[in-house]
Structures are given as C-alpha cells and as structure tokens.
C-alpha cells in the first residue's frame, strides 16, 4: 500500500514558477515508475510526466516538455514537479501516481495509486 501526499500548488501569474512534491510513504515507493497528472475544469485527467525508480529516465508530454521538469529522491521517498514559464493554459488540479511497472512509456496506463491532488491556477 502506498499513500501519496501532494503539495506545493497555489496561484502564479504567467510566466511564473512553481514546484510541486509529491510525499509516498510505503516501502515499494522505490521501486516503480512515479509521475504526474492533470486533470482542467471540464477536462479529462492527462498525462504530464513520469520518471523511472532510478531517476535516469524521464517522460514527458509535449505541451510541457522543455518547460516542466521530473525528478525524485528515493531516500526522502517524494517526487517533484519543478514547473516553469507557467501558462493559463496549465491551471489545474495535479496528481501524484505512482505506477505497477517501472517503464516510463507505460506509466500512463499503468498507474496503481492516486494522490488527491493539488491545486494550480495560472492568472493571465
């Protein structure tokens, strides 16, 4: 059983930076691939980025790569989302998952556990 733990979420105007983490306790959090989505008002939950349970691997989704960026550290057992040159277009509520496999091409559609989510709002 893994419980995962959100924070960092708030109100930015564009253009500005946020960073997510994300909190696991349990003792396989190690072991598999952890990552992020999103879900807008009025939207369906999409992918944002995963990365693999050594950290070499990352995975994103085109309308954040080159702006957003994945990590973890495995000994504080939490994962981060360092969002930068934030956009309106990015407000949302932003979930923590890990996943049952420790590939990051199939994180999306492997995830096992949820966070409850953190709030994003990007002011124009």
């Known amino acids: 059983q893994v419980q995962l733990v959100e924070s960092g979420g708030g109100l930015v105007q564009a253009g500005g930076d946020l960073r997510l983490s994300c909190a696991a306790s349990?003792?396989?959090?190690?072991?598999?691939?952890g990552g992020w989505f999103r879900q807008a008002p009025g939207r369906e939950r999409e992918f944002v980025a995963a990365?693999?349970?050594?950290?070499?691997?990352?995975y994103y989704d085109d309308s954040v790569k080159g702006r957003f960026t994945i990590s973890r550290d495995n000994a504080k057992n939490t994962v981060y989302l360092q969002m930068n040159t934030l956009k309106p277009e990015d407000t949302a509520i932003y979930y923590c998952?890990?996943?049952?496999?420790?590939?990051?091409?199939?994180?999306?559609?492997?995830?096992?556990?949820w966070g409850k989510g953190t709030l994003v709002t990007v002011s124009a």
């Open positions: 998952a890990t996943a049952s496999v420790d590939y990051v091409l199939e994180f999306p559609t492997s995830v096992n556990y």
């Open positions: 349990g003792r396989t959090f190690s072991t598999y691939a």
């Open positions: 990365i693999s349970a050594s950290g070499i691997t990352t």
